[in-house]
């Protein structure tokens, strides 16, 4: 543990006083001149205030011996938007064009290093909290699926919804087959999917599953 804490203050001491340019929009957009990539990334790249994303993480990983996956979760964490410029080309299979490489300023990576073990705690927290919301979510998820498969019938893709009806889809078929119209507004008919309950007290138990 001690090792771990003489290397985090390694880290803080290295980027305490370091000057880093926060702002390089300055700079103007475009190419550099030698590589492919943006004048701005080129300018971050050089700046000894600042780290790449990927560097950041295995100068972390090191220090902290944790997993190179979970190193990053931390910093994504404690960074969630991060400074970014193009460079190099992404692959066709994803779409081509610039890709991007992400930057953390010496400030930010001095805030990593001084609070490390709260900013893990914090995150584990953070995922245990999620979980238990995910669980709870799953759980009424399924005591509704229940309820509707005991107390509702089941109805496909109808114009005209009947009362006391509970959508799950909201439908239109064009030119290459259905697709989801939630939120979109195109000159075709709509159709929709879901549940139709008996009477408004059956529903009214439905909507107040917890």
Known sequence: MKIVKDKLAAIAERFAQAETNLENFAIGGGLDSWKFASR??????????????GDATQLFRRATALGIERVKKVIEHVVPVMEWHHAGKLPKAYGGGMKKTYFLNANEIFDLATNWDSHVLHLEAFDLGRSQALEIYLQRNEKRLAFLREHASRIERIEEPPLFFYRTKQEMLGKHGWFDSSNKSYRLPEFFSGWVFPSEEIQKQFLNIN
Do not use: I, V
């Open 40 to 53: 701005r990334h080129e300018d971050a790249r050089n700046d000894s205030g600042k780290m790449t994303l």
